[in-house]
């Protein structure tokens, strides 16, 4: 019997037809130059933190796989919100750094030169903030996807961040460190699956297994928001209303605020993933509480506010 964070194996992502059917749509699809997505760093206080947003870049997908059981007129319309076609979706990457007295804490490290050509820009834009990699010294992995921990070492086998002590769920640790992990999900993700594998093993001596409720440092807690994967996790950062560094638990600004009952394509555990979105956008609605996302539209921070039996983001000014 399985447990609630338990994938169920026959329904983990979508199917391999509907990955190769939907990546298709991407074979004549412009490759874009960095240039056209470079963003100036974003920063703003939050108690006694203070937070930065550095770009990582952008990744295209196809609209199929942000929401495979979406009505696509509906899903068209919510896509137009963002200026966003029917056929494919631009989505930024959003890694952040966090200060908090000695601590430089990045949350996910990006993707490095091995996943979209438009990502693996965070060491870069960091380095135009002042920040080297070497003087990170915590960093925070939200969950196991290529986009937000591929960038963990260099071309050369070495670690990015070659100082930082790494914090991961145990729960998204055993998941994608099991020994039959490729049976558990479609041929398509395997290299997701493999890199996941390469990445946490090379951390492996620098790492702290985490679980929901522990805290990083005083000020900022782990969030249960399991489903996306199974030990997916947010950061809760303490300061006036609160901050909900929301990583992948809400992919999309305007869909799944709209629509956080619908599943993304990339959900391991859709029910779950369901419940946490909902759960996080009410209690963000309720409590003022400022909202992070790693792919909403640069710099992804922003509110929550009731709309029509659902939500809608509101964009920090």
């Given at each position: 019997?399985?447990?609630?964070?338990?994938?169920?194996?026959?329904?983990?992502?979508?199917?391999?037809?509907?990955?190769?059917?939907?990546?298709?749509?991407?074979?004549?699809?412009?490759?874009?130059?960095?240039?056209?997505?470079?963003?100036?760093?974003?920063?703003?206080?939050?108690?006694?933190?203070?937070?930065?947003?550095?770009?990582?870049?952008?990744?295209?997908?196809?609209?199929?796989?942000?929401?495979?059981?979406?009505?696509?007129?509906?899903?068209?319309?919510?896509?137009?919100?963002?200026?966003?076609?029917?056929?494919?979706?631009?989505?930024?990457?959003?890694?952040?750094?966090?200060?908090?007295?000695?601590?430089?804490?990045?949350?996910?490290?990006?993707?490095?030169?091995?996943?979209?050509?438009?990502?693996?820009?965070?060491?870069?834009?960091?380095?135009?903030?002042?920040?080297?990699?070497?003087?990170?010294?915590?960093?925070?992995?939200?969950?196991?996807?290529?986009?937000?921990?591929?960038?963990?070492?260099?071309?050369?086998?070495?670690?990015?961040?070659?100082?930082?002590?790494?914090?991961?769920?145990?729960?998204?640790?055993?998941?994608?460190?099991?020994?039959?992990?490729?049976?558990?999900?479609?041929?398509?993700?395997?290299?997701?699956?493999?890199?996941?594998?390469?990445?946490?093993?090379?951390?492996?001596?620098?790492?702290?297994?985490?679980?929901?409720?522990?805290?990083?440092?005083?000020?900022?807690?782990?969030?249960?928001?399991?489903?996306?994967?199974?030990?997916?996790?947010?950061?809760?950062?303490?300061?006036?209303?609160?901050?909900?560094?929301?990583?992948?638990?809400?992919?999309?600004q305007t869909v799944f605020f709209a629509h956080p009952e619908w599943r993304s394509g990339f959900d391991v555990i859709?029910?779950?993933?369901?419940?946490?979105?909902?759960?996080?956008?009410?209690?963000?609605?309720?409590?003022?509480?400022?909202?992070?996302?790693?792919?909403?539209?640069?710099?992804?921070?922003?509110?929550?506010?009731?709309?029509?039996?659902?939500?809608?983001?509101?964009?920090?000014?």
């Open positions: 019997m399985r447990t609630a964070h338990e994938p169920d194996p026959s329904k983990i992502f979508i199917s391999r037809r509907q990955f190769l059917a939907a990546t298709s749509v991407l074979a004549s699809a412009p490759l874009w130059s960095w240039p056209a997505f470079a963003a100036t760093p974003y920063t703003f206080s939050q108690g006694d933190f203070e937070i930065l947003v550095v770009s990582d870049g952008e990744l295209t997908l196809p609209a199929s796989l942000l929401a495979p059981d979406a009505p696509p007129e509906e899903l068209k319309a919510l896509l137009e919100i963002t200026g966003q076609g029917p056929e494919q979706v631009t989505a930024a990457t959003n890694p952040t750094v966090i200060r908090a007295g000695d601590d430089i804490i990045l949350v996910d490290n990006g993707s490095g030169n091995k996943f979209q050509p438009t990502a693996g820009k965070l060491v870069e834009n960091l380095k135009g903030t002042g920040i080297e990699p070497e003087s990170v010294t915590k960093l925070v992995f939200s969950h196991a996807h290529p986009d937000h921990i591929w960038g963990t070492l260099k071309g050369d086998g070495i670690l990015t961040f070659p100082n930082a002590t790494y914090y991961v769920n145990s729960a998204e640790w055993d998941f994608w460190m099991a020994p039959d992990i490729l049976t558990k999900m479609p041929q398509a993700f395997h290299d997701f699956a493999r890199g996941a594998q390469r990445d946490l093993a090379a951390v492996k001596e620098r790492a702290v297994m985490m679980k929901p409720g522990d805290d990083i440092v005083t000020g900022i807690k782990v969030l249960d928001t399991a489903g996306h994967t199974p030990g997916h996790i947010s950061l809760e950062v303490a300061g006036e209303d609160g901050l909900i560094i929301v990583a992948d638990a809400i992919t999309h859709h029910d779950l993933a369901a419940q946490n979105k909902k759960a996080l956008l009410e209690r963000a609605a309720t409590d003022k509480t400022r909202l992070l996302g790693f792919h909403w539209t640069y710099p992804g921070v922003g509110h929550a506010e009731r709309k029509d039996g659902a939500y809608r983001f509101v964009a920090a000014t």
